[in-house]
């Protein structure tokens, strides 16, 4: 029983920081519109970016997760600004761009680091709960993702996120009215991305960090985008936090690559069965 | 045009004489590799320059090939003929399942599903171990399966004759296939795909048929791969192999076939050529990428021909 619960309950840590992630993903998909793929590199840069600190003796995981936050909001609105939003009406340049810099992320990160795993300590438990061992990076990340996840689900329902959200549905309405279209595109663009590698530097102590890590919960992310749509922070958490203990369970049962397998099977049968889903990628045009 | 034709006469017969010019084993072996990979990006800007399908899992048709070759050569004993005609088979068919999954799809989910389906296949097979009938010898994984090849030594004049005249054919059966009738379909597919719709074109049969033809090419360079290389890796199935597709044709122009051959060809000889390390060359090809998409959407060769064109209109068309 011990063994299993124990899975169960790294399964809710892990999957609470996805929901991170995906939320992330969702307000990209949202806001700017298009199917980023380079979101799981962001997670593997807040990784390195714990890792490096831990190196050089700072292993608090707040001090990882701002710089993490810092160093990805800047590249996220260079990203944004000079490439996504120029590019973003061509399905072909987003897709194959926002892939090819998660793979210059990847390659250098394997330059810098090496192609092998690193990981870091995950330090003392907090407590201990009938056997269950509460980790220090679990709690951690799930009382971080569920802050900022409660933060953005605020700020979106604030008079703050109304420009967001009128971006979303109405963009030309939004220009008309003297929003900064543009700006706040590449604004969310930075900020989503910050969100994945907060992630990332959070999950950092419990994975083992490769330069390709970034995939996994890349895949997840993005199923958990097409399944839940990018409405609800509240659907997009629970299906992070499903997906997460299912990808924790088949990791424990069968083996770590399956929980990447399962994945990917899930994201080809959902591209099957709901072939429409995700229809805000697709501002109202024919490819 | 006519200029065009001209200039790739010339490229051809250099590549024909370098041989006997003397040319050193390394750099005959860059280009011989870089014969069957331009080929294989040729393949792809099939389906997703000429057809306009976003297809990021290209690797999938190529590694289906070069692994078909190795189990069915190495642990089957199948002669080796018999299993590169199989591994086109199943490349072929692997194709049409991949476009009968991605007819009903659109832009981005085209670029999701086979992403998927080709890391579901690089992760099976780095997940997969395969024992020789003979001996205790446990292949698969990342270090892969050995083909068993009809030759003992490969003569690298042979290998290099045998790839160019291979990428001369393959290359210009694609370049037919996009002027065809069918081509000229897909292209009108990839231009507005409710515009082909609306004129009465089956638009999932001929994406399927793009996907089909794609996979063919591809699967017939994964072939000459293993034939050259004596190995199927995990690398030939890797999302890397399919982002450099796609990389290439997007550098070279996509969906003029012979852009993306050219620009495979070019940019691999160079970099390979110069030493540079594989992770080194594929940061340089996405940074090139990133570039060229930014800057010239319609890929260098596009911008140069625009460039060409709006010099003729100036000059009102007098100089060809």
Redesign the interface.
């Known amino acids: 029983m011990h063994p299993f619960a124990q899975v169960i309950l790294d399964g809710l840590f892990t999957g609470s920081t996805y929901a991170l992630m995906a939320a992330g993903l969702a307000l990209i998909l949202g806001v700017v519109k298009?199917?980023n793929?380079s979101h799981g590199a962001f997670f593997s840069l807040g990784a390195y970016v714990a890792y490096v600190l831990s190196g050089k003796g700072v292993s608090n995981p707040a001090a990882a997760v701002l710089l993490a936050c810092v160093i990805a909001f800047a590249f996220g609105v260079f990203l944004g600004k000079?490439?996504i939003n120029?590019?973003r009406s061509?399905?072909?340049?987003?897709?194959?761009?926002s892939?090819?810099?998660a793979?210059?992320f990847e390659?250098?990160a394997?330059?810098l680091w090496g192609?092998h795993p690193v990981s870091i300590g995950s330090g003392p438990p907090w407590g201990e709960l009938s056997g269950v061992v509460v980790r220090r990076w679990g709690a951690v990340s799930l009382l971080a993702s569920a802050g900022i996840l409660g933060g953005l689900a605020l700020f979106l329902s604030s008079r703050w996120g109304l420009p967001l959200k009128l971006i979303s549905e109405e963009e030309e309405i939004a220009g008309s009215v003297g929003i900064d279209v543009e700006k706040i595109r590449y604004l969310t663009f930075g900020f989503a991305s910050a969100t994945a590698a907060a992630a990332g530097a959070l999950l950092a102590p419990a994975t083992s960090i490769t330069p390709t890590m970034g995939?996994v919960p890349l895949?997840l992310s993005?199923i958990v985008v097409i399944a839940s749509g990018m409405e609800n922070v509240l659907a997009i958490f629970l299906l992070a936090v499903g997906l997460g203990l299912l990808s924790n369970i088949g990791a424990y049962l069968l083996?770590p690559?399956?929980s990447?397998?399962s994945l990917?099977?899930v994201?080809?049968l959902l591209?099957?069965l709901r072939?429409g889903?995700?229809s805000a990628?697709?501002p109202g045009r024919?490819? | 045009m006519r200029n065009t034709t001209g200039a790739l006469a010339l490229g051809a017969g250099m590549l024909l004489l370098l041989p006997l010019a003397g040319l050193d084993p390394f750099l005959l072996d860059v280009l011989t590799s870089g014969f069957l990979l331009a080929s294989y990006v040729g393949s792809w800007d099939i389906v997703g320059g000429v057809a306009?399908q976003?297809s990021?899992g290209h690797a999938l048709f190529f590694g289906a090939a070069t692994y078909s070759c190795a189990l069915l050569t190495s642990l089957a004993g199948w002669p080796f003929a018999a299993a590169g005609g199989a591994a086109l088979l199943l490349s072929t068919g692997a194709a049409a399942v991949v476009g009968t999954?991605s007819a009903?799809?659109?832009?981005?989910?085209i670029?999701?599903?086979t992403?998927?389906?080709g890391?579901?296949a690089h992760?099976?097979m780095?997940?997969q171990t395969f024992f020789s009938p003979r001996g205790a010898y446990s292949w698969g994984g990342e270090g892969g399966v050995p083909v068993a090849l009809p030759w003992d030594a490969p003569s690298p004049w042979a290998a290099y004759y045998g790839a160019l005249l291979f990428l001369f054919v393959s290359a210009w059966g694609m370049r037919r296939i996009a002027l065809s009738r069918e081509g000229l379909v897909w292209t009108a597919i990839s231009g507005?795909?409710?515009?082909a719709r609306a004129s009465g074109v089956d638009v999932a049969r001929h994406k399927r048929r793009a996907f089909v033809a794609a996979g063919l090419f591809a699967g017939a360079a994964g072939v000459g791969f293993a034939a050259y290389v004596g190995r199927a890796t995990t690398t030939d199935l890797s999302?890397?192999l399919s982002?450099q597709a796609?990389?290439f044709a997007?550098i070279g122009g996509?969906g003029t076939v012979v852009g993306p051959v050219l620009a495979a060809l070019i940019l691999h000889t160079v970099f390979r050529g110069a030493g540079v390390s594989p992770?080194?060359r594929?940061?340089l090809y996405?940074?090139a990428?990133?570039l060229v998409?930014?800057f010239f959407?319609a890929g260098v060769a596009g911008a140069l021909r625009q460039r060409i064109r709006a010099r003729k209109m100036i000059s009102g068309g007098a100089i060809r």
Request: charged share 10%; net charge negative; no cysteine.
């Open positions: 298009v199917v793929l000079s490439f120029p590019v061509h399905p072909f340049s987003v897709a194959v761009g892939l090819g810099f793979i210059l390659q250098a394997q330059m192609p995939r895949i993005l083996a690559q399956w990447y397998v990917l099977t994201i080809s591209l099957l072939p889903g995700l990628a697709d024919d490819y | 306009g976003i990021l999954m009903r799809l659109k832009g981005p989910f670029a999701l599903l992403l998927a389906l890391e579901l992760e099976v780095i997940g507005s795909e409710l515009t999302l890397e982002f796609a990389t997007a996509r992770a080194a594929v940061l996405a940074l990428l990133l998409l930014r959407p």
